[in-house]
């Protein structure tokens, strides 16, 4: 079964600076795709950032970016000058094309942009 | 463009009342549902999910049920709630699979609080 692994509860990062979240998971296929999604306050779900496993290069939007290592199962996001409307709780999640149609999520990052 | 939109957006109900959650997708067809659970401060749950009218598919055993007695319609039920019932529940939708349709999208969300 699939797994995903954020081992970072709780982060801050001072305004303007840079900071990564880390994501590792666990799979046996080797055609699926990765997210991180950011819950605001408002406990609205919001796509940030999305990667395609059998796409070599990293995604990016914008201020986010992210580090795919495909070999050692890890998707990090990088958040470049931080505001203070990137605090959030901030969740990795994987799915692919068999597996029940299902989307599985990290225990999330609760990231907290000091001004 | 897809919208997506659930409620009631908060309830509080007794123990041992029912509940249903309604959740409806627009501007889109045959689209898989899902239900999800997040307790205070955690990540996501899979609760159920729906690949067309009709068909279920359970995660965890639990004292919820769904329905989906339309294309574009997700209903989310229970005989007799339990004090741990209580928590963020999330609608979300996909394209099907083989559409391209990996990217989950997520409803506004219903805060239940079980008293």
């Known amino acids: 079964a699939q797994t995903v692994t954020q081992s970072q509860p709780e982060m801050s990062v001072q305004e303007a600076e840079t900071v990564t979240l880390s994501c590792t998971y666990d799979t046996s296929e080797s055609n699926y795709y990765l997210f991180w999604y950011k819950q605001p306050p408002s406990r609205q779900m919001i796509l940030v950032i999305r990667?395609?496993?059998?796409?070599?290069q990293n995604a990016t939007e914008n201020r986010f970016s992210v580090n795919f290592q495909k070999a050692a199962k890890s998707f990090s996001l990088k958040i470049s000058d931080s505001q203070l409307g990137d605090t959030a709780m901030y969740f990795c999640a994987f799915t692919s094309n068999t597996g029940g149609f299902k989307t599985i999520f990290g225990a999330g990052t609760r990231l907290f942009v000091k001004a | 463009s897809q919208t997506i939109h659930q409620w009631p957006a908060t309830l509080v109900q007794p123990v041992g009342s029912p509940l249903s959650l309604e959740c409806t997708v627009e501007?889109?067809?045959?689209?898989?549902l899902y239900w999800y659970r997040q307790a205070a401060g955690r990540g996501l749950q899979l609760l159920f999910y729906?690949?067309?009218?009709?068909?279920i598919s359970s995660e965890v055993p639990q004292n919820l049920s769904a329905s989906r007695p339309q294309d574009r319609q997700f209903i989310l039920s229970s005989k007799k709630l339990l004090l741990s019932d209580s928590g963020f529940y999330l609608c979300a939708w996909t394209i099907p699979r083989g559409y391209g349709g990996n990217t989950i999208y997520f409803g506004e969300g219903s805060w239940l609080t079980v008293v």
């Open positions: 501007g889109t067809s045959n689209p898989n």
């Open positions: 990667q395609e496993a059998y796409k070599q």
């Open positions: 729906s690949v067309g009218i009709g068909q």
